[in-house]
């Protein structure tokens, strides 16, 4: 099943690379975005992952919670990605128990058609990233970003057509911004 706006955020208490434990219904009152990835070494994933860190501070600044997924177990995300200097959780979630709650898909054309995103692998191979490197689970998972209100429920559900596909950061930005005065109170 896939969610649309309106729809209630699938509840879920996950463990992070950390150790740590996070739910959604924990970050009640503040917006939530959502992102999922598809495995560890993905340089797609990677990519996002190095402009999410540039932004993180903008996407925060009025509260929003970030939350990253990966269908990695914990100790490839930690050799593999960046995520051990990621600002964010991220929850390995190698039975992709989360990605079917979300109804995140897996789609054989979606990989391919990452690969027409001819700027966006230039800038990852002129950065190093494009490489292939092996991957611990199915290559298949498309990303999916949710942004999801204090009260829980979902406002903008994305489901990427490919693997680049995720909601633009002016997006997830203007979401953010509706919550400014909640953040910071006067």
């Known amino acids: 099943m896939q969610y649309q706006a309106g729809d209630p955020a699938p509840p879920f208490e996950m463990q992070t690379i950390d150790g740590s434990t996070i ?3 924990s970050l009640r009152g503040r917006p939530v975005f959502l992102t999922f990835f598809k495995w560890a070494s993905c340089p797609f994933c990677i990519f996002r992952i190095r402009e999410m860190k540039i932004e993180y501070d903008l996407l925060t ?8 997924v990966f269908h990695s177990r ?15 959780p991220i929850i390995p979630d190698p039975d992709m128990s989360l ?3 979300y109804g995140v898909e897996r ?6 058609g990452g690969l027409l995103r001819l700027g966006m692998v230039a800038k990852m ?3 190093g990233l494009f490489k292939i490197k092996p991957y611990d689970v199915t290559a298949t998972a498309m990303p999916a970003n949710f942004l999801i209100d204090p009260d829980g429920i979902i406002r903008k559900a994305h489901y990427g057509n490919d693997i680049g596909d995720h909601l633009p950061f002016e997006i997830v930005q203007a979401f953010a911004d509706q919550y400014a005065d909640d953040a910071n109170p006067e």
């Not at 600044?61 to 990253?68: E, T």
């Not at 914990?74 to 964010?88: G, N, Q, R, W």
Request: without cysteine; hydrophobic residues 40%.
């Open 74 to 88: 914990a100790e490839k995300l930690i050799s593999y990605t960046e995520a051990k200097d990621v600002p964010f």
């Open 61 to 68: 600044q009025h509260g929003m919670h970030i939350i990253g």
């Open 107 to 112: 789609s054989i054309v979606g990989v391919g």
């Open 99 to 101: 990605y079917d709650l």
């Open 125 to 127: 191979i002129s950065g």
């Open 23 to 25: 739910s959604i219904e």
